[in-house]
Protein backbone atom coordinates (compact mmCIF):
# COMPACT_ATOMS: atom_id res chain seq x y z
CA UNK A 1 0.00 0.00 0.00
CA UNK A 2 1.28 3.60 -1.13
CA UNK A 3 0.00 6.86 -0.68
CA UNK A 4 0.07 9.29 -3.57
CA UNK A 5 -0.27 12.05 -1.02
CA UNK A 6 -0.29 12.18 2.40
CA UNK A 7 -4.01 12.94 2.22
CA UNK A 8 -4.91 10.03 0.28
CA UNK A 9 -6.60 7.12 1.16
CA UNK A 10 -3.66 4.00 0.35
CA UNK A 11 -4.16 2.39 -2.82
CA UNK A 12 -4.58 -0.93 -2.64
CA UNK A 13 -4.33 -3.66 -5.56
CA UNK A 14 -7.40 -5.67 -5.58
CA UNK A 15 -6.79 -7.32 -9.14
CA UNK A 16 -6.43 -10.94 -7.39
CA UNK A 17 -10.05 -10.20 -5.54
CA UNK A 18 -12.10 -8.92 -9.22
CA UNK A 19 -10.20 -12.21 -11.22
CA UNK A 20 -11.47 -14.43 -8.44
CA UNK A 21 -15.25 -12.66 -8.67
CA UNK A 22 -14.46 -12.72 -12.52
CA UNK A 23 -13.93 -16.54 -12.67
CA UNK A 24 -17.34 -17.25 -10.66
CA UNK A 25 -19.65 -14.91 -12.11
CA UNK A 26 -20.41 -11.87 -14.38
CA UNK A 27 -19.86 -8.67 -12.53
CA UNK A 28 -22.06 -5.72 -13.64
CA UNK A 29 -20.60 -2.57 -14.21
CA UNK A 30 -22.96 0.50 -13.90
CA UNK A 31 -24.54 2.99 -16.63
CA UNK A 32 -25.50 6.47 -18.65
CA UNK A 33 -24.97 9.14 -16.92
CA UNK A 34 -26.57 12.09 -19.29
CA UNK A 35 -29.74 10.54 -19.85
CA UNK A 36 -30.70 11.03 -16.18
CA UNK A 37 -28.57 14.67 -15.84
CA UNK A 38 -30.38 15.84 -19.33
CA UNK A 39 -34.15 14.90 -17.36
CA UNK A 40 -33.23 17.05 -14.48
CA UNK A 41 -32.57 20.41 -16.85
CA UNK A 42 -30.69 21.68 -14.54
CA UNK A 43 -29.88 25.59 -14.75
CA UNK A 44 -26.86 27.10 -15.72
CA UNK A 45 -26.23 28.05 -11.48
CA UNK A 46 -26.69 24.24 -10.45
CA UNK A 47 -23.69 23.70 -12.63
CA UNK A 48 -21.88 26.75 -11.21
CA UNK A 49 -22.78 26.23 -7.88
CA UNK A 50 -21.30 28.38 -4.49
CA UNK A 51 -17.76 27.25 -5.20
CA UNK A 52 -17.94 28.97 -9.12
CA UNK A 53 -20.25 32.05 -8.59
CA UNK A 54 -18.02 34.42 -9.93
CA UNK A 55 -16.50 31.62 -12.23
CA UNK A 56 -16.06 33.42 -15.64
CA UNK A 57 -17.34 30.95 -18.00
CA UNK A 58 -21.01 29.52 -18.28
CA UNK A 59 -20.55 25.92 -16.67
CA UNK A 60 -23.90 24.44 -18.45
CA UNK A 61 -23.45 20.71 -19.10
CA UNK A 62 -19.90 20.28 -17.31
CA UNK A 63 -21.33 17.17 -16.02
CA UNK A 64 -17.81 16.22 -14.22
CA UNK A 65 -18.26 19.54 -12.35
CA UNK A 66 -21.67 18.41 -10.51
CA UNK A 67 -19.42 16.57 -8.21
CA UNK A 68 -17.80 19.45 -6.23
CA UNK A 69 -20.82 21.45 -6.97
CA UNK A 70 -24.21 19.11 -6.42
CA UNK A 71 -22.69 16.08 -4.86
CA UNK A 72 -26.00 14.78 -4.12
CA UNK A 73 -27.47 14.13 -7.84
CA UNK A 74 -23.90 12.16 -8.56
CA UNK A 75 -24.40 9.86 -5.26
CA UNK A 76 -28.21 10.31 -5.95
CA UNK A 77 -27.64 7.98 -9.53
CA UNK A 78 -24.90 6.18 -7.88
CA UNK A 79 -27.30 4.86 -5.02
CA UNK A 80 -29.76 3.68 -7.97
CA UNK A 81 -27.34 1.68 -9.97
CA UNK A 82 -26.23 0.01 -6.87
CA UNK A 83 -29.52 -0.71 -6.12
CA UNK A 84 -30.51 -1.98 -9.74
CA UNK A 85 -27.70 -4.29 -8.86
CA UNK A 86 -24.69 -2.58 -10.04
CA UNK A 87 -20.65 -4.50 -8.94
CA UNK A 88 -19.07 -1.37 -10.83
CA UNK A 89 -19.21 2.07 -10.02
CA UNK A 90 -17.80 4.65 -12.48
CA UNK A 91 -16.67 7.87 -11.39
CA UNK A 92 -18.33 11.07 -13.11
CA UNK A 93 -15.21 12.20 -14.57
CA UNK A 94 -15.97 11.30 -18.12
CA UNK A 95 -14.18 14.43 -19.64
CA UNK A 96 -12.26 14.85 -17.01
CA UNK A 97 -9.04 16.17 -18.41
CA UNK A 98 -7.15 19.23 -19.25
CA UNK A 99 -8.71 18.96 -22.24
CA UNK A 100 -12.20 18.56 -21.63
CA UNK A 101 -12.00 21.09 -18.94
CA UNK A 102 -10.49 23.98 -20.53
CA UNK A 103 -13.93 24.49 -22.83
CA UNK A 104 -15.53 25.61 -19.55
CA UNK A 105 -11.99 27.23 -17.91
CA UNK A 106 -12.00 24.74 -15.72
CA UNK A 107 -8.28 23.08 -16.80
CA UNK A 108 -7.27 24.24 -13.02
CA UNK A 109 -9.68 21.87 -11.43
CA UNK A 110 -8.75 18.91 -13.12
CA UNK A 111 -7.15 16.99 -9.78
CA UNK A 112 -9.80 18.21 -7.44
CA UNK A 113 -12.84 17.16 -9.38
CA UNK A 114 -11.18 13.89 -10.44
CA UNK A 115 -10.69 13.30 -6.68
CA UNK A 116 -13.96 14.06 -5.64
CA UNK A 117 -15.45 12.01 -8.50
CA UNK A 118 -13.39 9.02 -7.12
CA UNK A 119 -14.05 9.78 -3.21
CA UNK A 120 -18.22 10.32 -3.78
CA UNK A 121 -17.90 6.86 -5.55
CA UNK A 122 -15.94 5.23 -2.95
CA UNK A 123 -17.88 6.41 0.07
CA UNK A 124 -21.15 4.85 -1.33
CA UNK A 125 -19.40 2.03 -2.47
CA UNK A 126 -17.64 1.22 0.84
CA UNK A 127 -21.51 1.94 2.41
CA UNK A 128 -22.96 -1.12 0.03
CA UNK A 129 -19.93 -3.25 0.82
CA UNK A 130 -20.32 -3.10 4.27
CA UNK A 131 -24.59 -3.90 4.18
CA UNK A 132 -23.81 -6.93 1.91
CA UNK A 133 -20.29 -8.06 2.13
CA UNK A 134 -20.92 -11.00 -0.15
CA UNK A 135 -21.22 -8.72 -3.09
CA UNK A 136 -18.26 -5.74 -2.73
CA UNK A 137 -18.49 -3.00 -4.93
CA UNK A 138 -16.09 -1.68 -6.69
CA UNK A 139 -14.99 1.89 -8.12
CA UNK A 140 -13.53 2.42 -11.11
CA UNK A 141 -12.44 6.04 -12.52
CA UNK A 142 -13.76 6.83 -15.73
CA UNK A 143 -11.07 7.74 -18.37
CA UNK A 144 -13.04 9.19 -21.72
CA UNK A 145 -11.48 10.20 -24.74
CA UNK A 146 -10.31 14.09 -25.07
CA UNK A 147 -11.23 16.73 -27.82
CA UNK A 148 -7.76 16.07 -28.77
CA UNK A 149 -6.85 13.43 -31.44
CA UNK A 150 -3.10 12.16 -32.21
CA UNK A 151 -4.58 9.79 -35.38
CA UNK A 152 -6.12 12.03 -37.11
CA UNK A 153 -5.38 15.82 -38.53
CA UNK A 154 -7.85 18.91 -37.53
CA UNK A 155 -6.58 20.79 -40.82
CA UNK A 156 -8.93 18.81 -43.24
CA UNK A 157 -5.89 20.52 -46.09
CA UNK A 158 -3.26 19.20 -44.03
CA UNK A 159 -3.75 15.55 -43.20
CA UNK A 160 0.01 15.78 -41.20
CA UNK A 161 -1.03 18.46 -39.32
CA UNK A 162 -1.21 17.45 -35.32
CA UNK A 163 -1.99 20.54 -32.57
CA UNK A 164 -1.21 18.34 -29.75
CA UNK A 165 1.84 15.85 -28.78
CA UNK A 166 1.78 12.76 -27.59
CA UNK A 167 3.82 13.88 -24.38
CA UNK A 168 1.12 16.43 -23.87
CA UNK A 169 -1.59 14.38 -24.04
CA UNK A 170 0.15 11.63 -21.44
CA UNK A 171 1.04 15.13 -18.50
CA UNK A 172 -3.16 15.29 -19.02
CA UNK A 173 -3.90 11.63 -19.07
CA UNK A 174 -1.46 11.79 -16.23
CA UNK A 175 -3.21 14.62 -13.80
CA UNK A 176 -6.64 12.83 -14.22
CA UNK A 177 -5.09 9.44 -13.06
CA UNK A 178 -3.56 11.24 -10.22
CA UNK A 179 -7.00 12.56 -9.07
CA UNK A 180 -8.70 9.50 -9.57
CA UNK A 181 -6.11 7.25 -7.02
CA UNK A 182 -5.78 9.97 -4.68
CA UNK A 183 -9.60 9.81 -4.55
CA UNK A 184 -9.52 5.98 -3.62
CA UNK A 185 -10.39 4.28 -7.25
CA UNK A 186 -10.07 0.58 -7.49
CA UNK A 187 -10.00 0.47 -11.32
CA UNK A 188 -8.88 2.54 -13.87
CA UNK A 189 -11.11 2.25 -17.01
CA UNK A 190 -9.84 3.93 -20.06
CA UNK A 191 -13.06 3.50 -22.41
CA UNK A 192 -14.86 4.80 -25.42
CA UNK A 193 -11.65 4.75 -27.43
CA UNK A 194 -11.79 5.89 -30.74
CA UNK A 195 -8.32 6.90 -31.43
CA UNK A 196 -6.41 4.06 -30.62
CA UNK A 197 -3.03 6.45 -30.43
CA UNK A 198 -4.78 8.51 -27.49
CA UNK A 199 -5.60 5.26 -25.96
CA UNK A 200 -1.82 4.26 -26.02
CA UNK A 201 -1.13 7.78 -24.31
CA UNK A 202 -3.56 7.08 -21.57
CA UNK A 203 -2.30 3.80 -20.88
CA UNK A 204 1.21 5.08 -20.77
CA UNK A 205 0.79 7.81 -18.47
CA UNK A 206 -1.45 4.86 -15.87
CA UNK A 207 1.82 2.99 -15.93
CA UNK A 208 4.19 6.60 -15.68
CA UNK A 209 1.82 7.33 -12.80
CA UNK A 210 1.80 3.47 -10.67
CA UNK A 211 6.14 3.44 -11.37
CA UNK A 212 6.37 6.84 -9.82
CA UNK A 213 3.89 6.48 -6.65
CA UNK A 214 5.14 2.32 -6.56
CA UNK A 215 1.58 0.97 -6.65
CA UNK A 216 -0.82 -0.10 -9.03
CA UNK A 217 -4.61 -0.79 -9.46
CA UNK A 218 -6.07 -3.36 -12.21
CA UNK A 219 -6.79 -1.12 -15.60
CA UNK A 220 -9.78 -2.03 -18.30
CA UNK A 221 -9.13 -0.64 -21.70
CA UNK A 222 -12.91 -0.27 -23.81
CA UNK A 223 -12.93 0.50 -28.08
CA UNK A 224 -15.51 2.00 -29.80
CA UNK A 225 -16.48 1.55 -33.34
CA UNK A 226 -18.03 4.60 -35.01
CA UNK A 227 -20.20 2.81 -37.31
CA UNK A 228 -21.28 -0.56 -38.29
CA UNK A 229 -17.97 -1.21 -40.36
CA UNK A 230 -16.75 -2.07 -36.57
CA UNK A 231 -13.56 0.60 -36.90
CA UNK A 232 -12.59 3.40 -34.22
CA UNK A 233 -12.03 6.52 -35.97
CA UNK A 234 -8.48 6.52 -36.03
CA UNK A 235 -9.31 3.08 -38.47
CA UNK A 236 -8.51 -0.31 -36.24
CA UNK A 237 -10.77 -3.08 -35.92
CA UNK A 238 -11.39 -4.24 -32.76
CA UNK A 239 -9.08 -7.17 -33.13
CA UNK A 240 -6.15 -4.43 -34.24
CA UNK A 241 -6.97 -2.55 -31.57
CA UNK A 242 -6.84 -6.06 -28.60
CA UNK A 243 -3.27 -6.07 -30.67
CA UNK A 244 -2.20 -2.28 -30.07
CA UNK A 245 -2.77 -2.23 -26.60
CA UNK A 246 -2.61 -6.30 -24.95
CA UNK A 247 0.76 -5.76 -24.26
CA UNK A 248 -0.26 -3.62 -21.38
CA UNK A 249 -0.83 -5.50 -17.80
CA UNK A 250 -4.79 -5.42 -18.17
CA UNK A 251 -7.83 -6.68 -16.03
CA UNK A 252 -9.82 -6.69 -19.62
CA UNK A 253 -10.58 -5.39 -22.44
CA UNK A 254 -13.79 -4.41 -24.35
CA UNK A 255 -16.07 -2.49 -26.21
CA UNK A 256 -18.70 0.07 -25.58
CA UNK A 257 -20.59 3.01 -26.74
CA UNK A 258 -21.92 3.82 -30.31
CA UNK A 259 -24.10 0.81 -31.05
CA UNK A 260 -26.88 -0.75 -29.65
CA UNK A 261 -26.93 -4.19 -27.70
CA UNK A 262 -27.51 -5.81 -31.29
CA UNK A 263 -25.26 -4.26 -33.36
CA UNK A 264 -22.16 -4.51 -30.84
CA UNK A 265 -22.62 -8.57 -30.94
CA UNK A 266 -20.12 -9.62 -34.05
CA UNK A 267 -17.67 -7.21 -33.02
CA UNK A 268 -17.61 -8.53 -29.58
CA UNK A 269 -17.61 -12.20 -30.07
CA UNK A 270 -14.69 -10.48 -32.55
CA UNK A 271 -12.94 -9.51 -29.73
CA UNK A 272 -13.86 -12.20 -27.30
CA UNK A 273 -12.49 -14.50 -30.22
CA UNK A 274 -8.67 -12.93 -29.83
CA UNK A 275 -8.84 -12.10 -26.18
CA UNK A 276 -7.15 -13.53 -23.98
CA UNK A 277 -7.88 -11.05 -21.10
CA UNK A 278 -11.38 -10.60 -19.68
CA UNK A 279 -13.66 -9.07 -21.69
CA UNK A 280 -15.95 -6.49 -21.13
CA UNK A 281 -18.73 -5.03 -23.31
CA UNK A 282 -21.46 -1.94 -22.20
CA UNK A 283 -23.21 -0.84 -25.60
CA UNK A 284 -25.95 2.03 -26.11
CA UNK A 285 -29.45 1.39 -25.65
CA UNK A 286 -29.66 1.12 -29.74
CA UNK A 287 -28.55 3.99 -32.06
CA UNK A 288 -29.95 7.51 -31.89
CA UNK A 289 -33.37 7.65 -34.23
CA UNK A 290 -33.95 11.07 -36.03
CA UNK A 291 -35.10 12.66 -32.33
CA UNK A 292 -31.69 11.79 -30.85
CA UNK A 293 -33.10 9.45 -28.60
CA UNK A 294 -32.31 5.49 -27.96
CA UNK A 295 -34.86 3.00 -28.93
CA UNK A 296 -33.74 -0.45 -26.94
CA UNK A 297 -35.69 -0.49 -24.13
CA UNK A 298 -34.37 -2.29 -20.65
CA UNK A 299 -36.15 -5.71 -21.31
CA UNK A 300 -34.83 -5.71 -24.58
CA UNK A 301 -31.19 -4.76 -23.91
CA UNK A 302 -30.93 -6.50 -20.82
CA UNK A 303 -32.16 -9.59 -22.39
CA UNK A 304 -29.17 -9.39 -25.20
CA UNK A 305 -26.57 -8.61 -22.53
CA UNK A 306 -27.88 -11.89 -20.78
CA UNK A 307 -26.80 -13.81 -24.01
CA UNK A 308 -23.52 -11.93 -24.35
CA UNK A 309 -23.12 -13.21 -20.61
CA UNK A 310 -24.31 -17.09 -21.48
CA UNK A 311 -22.43 -17.33 -24.70
CA UNK A 312 -18.91 -16.51 -23.09
CA UNK A 313 -18.60 -13.29 -24.96
CA UNK A 314 -18.45 -11.21 -21.84
CA UNK A 315 -17.16 -11.04 -18.35
CA UNK A 316 -18.60 -7.44 -17.79
CA UNK A 317 -21.13 -6.46 -18.70
CA UNK A 318 -23.03 -2.36 -18.73
CA UNK A 319 -24.65 -0.12 -20.67
CA UNK A 320 -24.21 3.55 -22.05
CA UNK A 321 -25.11 6.08 -23.71
CA UNK A 322 -29.23 6.15 -23.13
CA UNK A 323 -29.42 3.67 -20.31
CA UNK A 324 -30.97 4.28 -16.72
CA UNK A 325 -30.56 2.02 -13.85
CA UNK A 326 -34.04 0.27 -14.95
CA UNK A 327 -31.41 -1.50 -17.50
CA UNK A 328 -30.15 -3.16 -14.80
CA UNK A 329 -32.64 -4.29 -12.91
CA UNK A 330 -34.17 -5.47 -15.90
CA UNK A 331 -31.42 -8.02 -16.64
CA UNK A 332 -30.08 -8.43 -12.73
CA UNK A 333 -33.79 -9.21 -12.38
CA UNK A 334 -34.13 -11.81 -14.89
CA UNK A 335 -30.89 -13.54 -13.94
CA UNK A 336 -30.40 -17.12 -14.21
CA UNK A 337 -27.34 -19.27 -13.21
CA UNK A 338 -25.37 -21.71 -15.83
CA UNK A 339 -22.13 -23.80 -15.61
CA UNK A 340 -18.73 -22.13 -14.76
CA UNK A 341 -16.07 -23.22 -17.08
CA UNK A 342 -12.44 -21.71 -18.02
CA UNK A 343 -12.41 -17.93 -17.41
CA UNK A 344 -11.21 -16.28 -20.83
CA UNK A 345 -7.75 -15.59 -19.12
CA UNK A 346 -6.69 -18.80 -20.19
CA UNK A 347 -7.69 -17.69 -24.01
CA UNK A 348 -10.77 -19.93 -23.68
CA UNK A 349 -14.60 -19.50 -23.93
CA UNK A 350 -16.57 -19.31 -20.42
CA UNK A 351 -19.74 -19.23 -19.29
CA UNK A 352 -19.30 -17.69 -15.51
CA UNK A 353 -22.43 -17.30 -13.44
CA UNK A 354 -25.03 -14.87 -13.93
CA UNK A 355 -24.44 -12.44 -10.58
Avoid at 289 to 298: A, K, M, T
Amino acid sequence: MTNSTSHAPPIVDRTAEIERILKHRVMVLDGAWGVMIQTLQLPESEFRGEQFADHESDLRGCVDVLSLTRPDLIRSIQRQYLDAGADILTTNTFTATRFGLSEFGLENSVHDINREGARLARIIADEYTQRNPEKPRFVAGSIGPTNKTLSLSPAVDDPGYRDISFDEIVEAYSEAVRGLLDGGVDILLVETVFDTLNAKAALYAIEKVFDDIGARVPVMASFTAVDMSGRNLSGQTVEAFYASVSHIPLLSVGINCSLGSEQIRPFLAELADVSSHFVSCHPNAGLPNEFGEYDESPAYMAANLLEFAESGLANIVGSCCGSTPRTHSSYCGGRRRYHASQPALSNSKHNPEWP
